[in-house]
């Protein structure tokens, strides 16, 4: 089964490893997370738990959002996310109600970080992509920054001269989900509810992320993994 929780990307700092190395890491403030819903393969057609995080005013929140809290003994939550289980018998292992919070992740060593990415806007090519653009000499007036022709991805012989899909042209950047896979647990602080990561996770500063024990790993991290 894979451990997760939800928190906030609190920020980024240095780490002093105690062989001597300095490191970039994250700090992430996670949970406590409260079980709303326990889903089985018997009542649902698969086994999961949902879990939700921080607390929110009643007047900011849905009655519907307020009475599926309820019904778990847990105040109004603003995040709620769901964790698949293996089997009906993962599942019989939780609670409604019951609180997740960091010290469930003590004897893990590598975590996936899912949250959304910063928003860009509207951007060209260059920005986007990392064109090179067009030539700075004679003939090339006012189209440095452009993509260039697309003529010849517009001619599928037998299928209508459309662009093909995948094209990479100018439009919106950034703004969503991506996971960074396989991050090393510096440290865990089960006081003040922190995880400290190593190297950067998605988003800006205070956005909502998902932390899960990974669920990809090389051999050198698996077996690392095993050991704990």
């Known amino acids: 089964m894979s451990t997760a929780i939800i928190g906030r990307k609190v920020g980024m700092t240095r780490w002093n490893l105690e062989d001597g190395r300095n490191i970039p890491v994250t700090v992430i403030a996670a949970g406590p997370c409260a079980v709303t819903q326990i889903k089985t393969i018997?009542?649902?057609?698969?086994?999961?738990?949902?879990?939700?995080?921080?607390?929110?005013?009643?007047?900011?929140?849905?009655?519907?959002?307020?009475?599926?809290?309820?019904?778990?003994?847990s105040t109004p939550k603003r995040v709620h996310r769901e964790v698949r289980l293996k089997d009906d018998a993962a599942a019989a292992a939780f609670t409604l109600g019951q609180s997740?919070?960091?010290?469930?992740?003590?004897?893990?060593?590598?975590?996936?970080?899912?949250?959304?990415?910063?928003?860009?806007?509207?951007?060209?090519?260059?920005?986007?992509?990392?064109?090179?653009?067009?030539?700075?000499?004679?003939?090339?007036?006012?189209?440095?920054?452009?993509?260039?022709?697309?003529?010849?991805?517009?001619?599928?012989?037998?299928?209508?001269?459309?662009i093909k899909k995948g094209k990479k042209m100018p439009g919106r950047t950034g703004a969503e989900r991506v996971t960074s896979r396989s991050l090393d647990v510096v440290s865990i602080d089960t006081e003040k509810n922190l995880i400290i990561v190593k190297g950067a996770v998605p988003g800006a500063n205070s956005?909502?992320?998902?932390?899960?024990?990974?669920?990809?790993?090389?051999?050198?991290?698996?077996?690392?993994?095993?050991?704990?």
């Open 207 to 228: 956005g909502v992320v998902f932390v899960r024990s990974s669920i990809r790993l090389f051999k050198p991290k698996a077996r690392l993994q095993a050991k704990a």
């Open 100 to 162: 997740i919070d960091v010290g469930a992740f003590e004897k893990i060593k590598f975590v996936d970080v899912i949250g959304t990415s910063k928003g860009k806007g509207f951007t060209g090519v260059m920005k986007a992509y990392r064109f090179k653009g067009l030539c700075a000499s004679h003939g090339t007036e006012r189209k440095h920054r452009s993509p260039g022709s697309i003529g010849s991805h517009g001619t599928d012989r037998g299928h209508g001269a459309k």
């Open 42 to 73: 018997e009542n649902d057609g698969y086994a999961a738990i949902q879990i939700a995080y921080e607390d929110v005013k009643p007047r900011s929140i849905s009655m519907s959002v307020i009475g599926h809290d309820s019904k778990a003994g």
